[in-house]
């Protein structure tokens, strides 16, 4: 028969843990953002097939890019066209 492994599981945080204040956070998340050190920042969000989730990470991944980095340089690209 297979021994249990024992784990031990603690909710007290360890030495050095350090408590996070969420409005902090929120006001610096993008503090190594080189966006966000320009300009303001604003987030949009929208969904996509999932054939074109897979198409844009292929494509971020082949341009050495996050998905992030891709669709900022689309966004970027396709507002200067129209200046």
């Known amino acids: 028969m297979p021994q249990k492994k024992s ?7 360890g030495k050095n843990a350090q408590p996070v204040n969420p409005d902090s956070w929120v006001e610096n998340r993008h503090d190594n953002n080189e966006i966000s050190k320009e300009l303001p920042t604003k987030r949009i969000t929208f969904e996509v097939s999932e054939q ?4 844009t990470k292929i494509l971020a991944a082949q341009k050495g890019l996050t998905i992030k980095e891709l669709m900022q ?11």
Do not use: D, F, G, I
């Open 7 to 13: 784990s031990r599981l603690s909710t007290k945080p």
């Open 52 to 55: 074109q989730h897979r198409a």
């Open 73 to 83: 340089s689309l966004l970027v690209t396709e507002l200067n066209k129209n200046q």
